[in-house]
């Protein structure tokens, strides 16, 4: 799913984003018959807040978006909730039962029935507490998981790259 991956790169577009605005308002203010000295002592600072202002503005809608967008492994249509970090992800998806299994029997990661052990820590999360059914991958050597909880209609999706 990439979480990390596309957290850097959001972040990244960001700060090059304002890099080139306070490259471009640099250029004009040389158009302007500034010195170069002056065009450095206003472009750095300028450069500095404007990444920190759109970091803050427009890193976690735009990694969001990013994010939702390249994920083959998850539902495209039903999503209520989602809601990724640099390492785990949480979702929340309307689908009924049927759709849920055909869903699950065609997953690329290889889903199989769980047991609920990390319910714990899932479930204050995403709201789920008793869950129909509940699907999950093996346990990845980096303790990286997908695990997929089904109730009332809605299906619960907790992933953790590490």
Same mark, same amino acid.
């Given at each position: 799913?990439n /979480?990390?991956y596309?957290? /850097?790169?959001?972040?990244?577009?960001?700060i090059?984003?304002?890099?080139?605005? $306070?490259i471009?308002?640099?250029?004009i203010?040389?158009?302007?018959?500034? $010195?170069?000295?002056? @065009?450095?002592?206003?472009?750095l600072?300028t450069? /500095?807040?404007?990444?920190?202002?759109s970091?803050?503005?427009?890193?976690?809608?735009l990694?969001?978006a990013?994010h939702?967008?390249?994920?083959t492994a998850?539902?495209?249509?039903?999503c209520? @909730?989602?809601?990724p $970090?640099?390492?785990?992800?949480?979702?929340i998806?309307t689908?009924?039962?049927?759709?849920?299994?055909s869903?699950?029997t065609?997953?690329?990661?290889?889903?199989?029935p769980?047991?609920?052990?990390?319910?714990?820590?899932?479930?204050?999360?995403?709201?789920?507490s008793?869950p &129909?059914l509940?699907?999950?991958t093996?346990?990845?050597?980096?303790?990286?998981?997908?695990?997929?909880?089904? &109730?009332k209609?809605?299906?619960?999706? $907790?992933?953790?790259?590490?």
């Amino acid at each position: 799913m990439n /979480l990390g991956y596309i957290y /850097l790169l959001s972040f990244f577009a960001l700060i090059v984003c304002s890099l080139f605005i $306070s490259i471009l308002g640099a250029s004009i203010l040389r158009n302007w018959h500034f $010195s170069w000295r002056s @065009i450095i002592i206003c472009a750095l600072p300028t450069w /500095l807040v404007l990444g920190f202002f759109s970091l803050d503005t427009f890193h976690q809608p735009l990694f969001v978006a990013w994010h939702q967008k390249q994920n083959t492994a998850l539902p495209r249509e039903g999503c209520l @909730i989602y809601r990724p $970090s640099f390492g785990h992800l949480y979702a929340i998806y309307t689908m009924d039962r049927e759709k849920f299994s055909s869903w699950v029997t065609r997953h690329p990661w290889k889903l199989h029935p769980g047991n609920n052990d990390l319910l714990f820590a899932d479930g204050p999360v995403l709201g789920c507490s008793a869950p &129909e059914l509940n699907y999950e991958t093996e346990m990845a050597p980096n303790g990286g998981q997908l695990r997929v909880y089904y &109730e009332k209609g809605k299906v619960f999706v $907790s992933y953790n790259v590490m």
